[in-house]
């Protein structure tokens, strides 16, 4: 894993993210996009694991269907390819090629 790879995923999980983790599940997977996708639908089965709202009445309330709402947008993104990785396979789309287009004249009336 290289320095933008690395630079990616922090940017993608966050600081507090353990690179050495990072490391062996790159090692794994093979792909910067699917690492980021396998750490963000356990960091979503942890929440979902959880009660998503805690109520102590007159003193405090929390509710994290929110943050699981914000795991799923971020995760629905990653599997459709944005941002792009800097490990990503290009898709043909824009590598620098230049296309050949044939023109053919139309018949006349």
């Given amino acids: 894993m290289n320095d933008a790879v690395r630079a990616w995923l922090t940017s993608q999980l966050g600081t507090d993210t353990d690179l050495a983790d990072l490391a062996t599940r790159y ?20 929440l979902i694991a959880q009660p998503s709202s805690v109520t102590v009445t007159s003193v405090v309330a929390v509710n994290f269907t929110a943050n699981i709402a914000a795991l799923e947008r971020q995760i629905a993104l990653l599997e459709d390819g944005v941002p792009p990785a800097p490990d990503d396979d290009s898709d043909g789309t824009d590598d620098g090629q230049i296309g050949i287009i044939r023109l053919i004249e139309r018949p006349r009336r």
Avoid: C, W
């Fill in 27 to 46: 090692a794994r997977l093979g792909t910067a996009r699917a690492v980021a996708i396998e750490v963000l639908y356990e960091r979503k089965a942890a």
